[in-house]
């Protein structure tokens, strides 16, 4: 028997980076799996997986409701959800000070508004059901100050503290559980988009740069989406029944440097 026959797994950001790696890894182990992105389509990143795909803005109340009200629908359940969608927002060398509120309010209402929507229209879901695993995808810099990122870092950090406060409403009752994982440099888009705006300031080769930098991690090179999936996988599961209101890195010792 899989680790994961019979559940029902909501994933985020699931076309693309660690959200599609989570999705077809929840699907290899056995799980239905519902991957949602903002896009109309995922395109290649999910093609011969066996998943069902929706289209969400996580910014938006109303979809969240339409989409966890018809998915408990169709299958009575949800057992996982993994909050993964985000943006990094502008990054630019002139950091704080170069930051517009239109650009800090766009950053905090995917990332952080879209986390705590997930999260509380699933508890209900999930207490229901007694049981549940949510995991939040937060980052290295909700530990570390971002000079040219300000908004994401900050964003993140507060996805982190959100995470302890639902990981302590799901213990309310029932025995949902909340983690947060946090990536370092992880070979994804997002990654890409991040090295490409810092290295337009300073006339740099982008792949040039992003690779100096894996040089620079202890264990030698940037992971993959499928190194923080495995993470994902495993604080879904019940194998980590016992695990909630944590944080989790997978940065390839990265944080040792700091």
């Known amino acids: 028997m899989s680790l994961f026959d019979g559940k029902i797994a909501l994933v985020t950001g699931g076309a693309g980076g660690i959200g599609a790696a989570t999705v077809k890894m929840l699907a290899q182990r056995g799980a239905t799996v519902i991957a949602a992105d903002i896009a109309d389509n995922p395109g290649s990143a999910l093609r011969g997986v066996d998943v069902e795909y929706v289209q969400l803005d996580v910014s938006s109340e109303a979809q969240w409701k339409q989409v966890v009200g018809s998915l408990v629908e169709r299958h009575g359940a949800l057992h996982v959800l993994v909050n993964g969608a ?50 939040n995808i937060s980052s290295l810099a909700s530990y570390y100050p971002t000079l040219y990122s300000v908004a ?17 409403a799901g213990s309310q009752g029932a025995k949902v559980r909340c983690n947060s994982v946090h990536p370092g440099v992880i070979a994804t888009q997002m990654i890409a988009n991040i090295a490409r705006q810092l290295q337009q300031a300073a006339d740099e080769n982008t792949t040039s740069s992003i690779q100096r930098y894996a040089s620079s991690i202890p264990l030698g090179q940037a992971g993959t989406p499928d190194d923080a999936a495995a993470l994902i996988a495993f604080l879904a599961s019940d194998e980590a029944a016992y695990i909630t209101g944590s944080e989790f890195v997978v940065d390839g010792g990265s944080h040792l440097l700091r």
């Open 86 to 135: 985000g943006i990094e927002g502008k990054v630019t060398a002139g950091g704080l000070e170069s930051t517009s509120l239109e650009d800090w309010r766009r950053v905090m209402h995917i990332n952080l508004d879209g986390t705590f929507l997930g999260c509380r229209e699933v508890m209900p879901v999930m207490k229901r059901q007694g049981s549940g695993s949510i995991v």
């Open 152 to 168: 994401y870092g900050a964003s993140k950090g507060a996805v982190t503290q959100l995470t302890k406060s639902v990981a302590l």
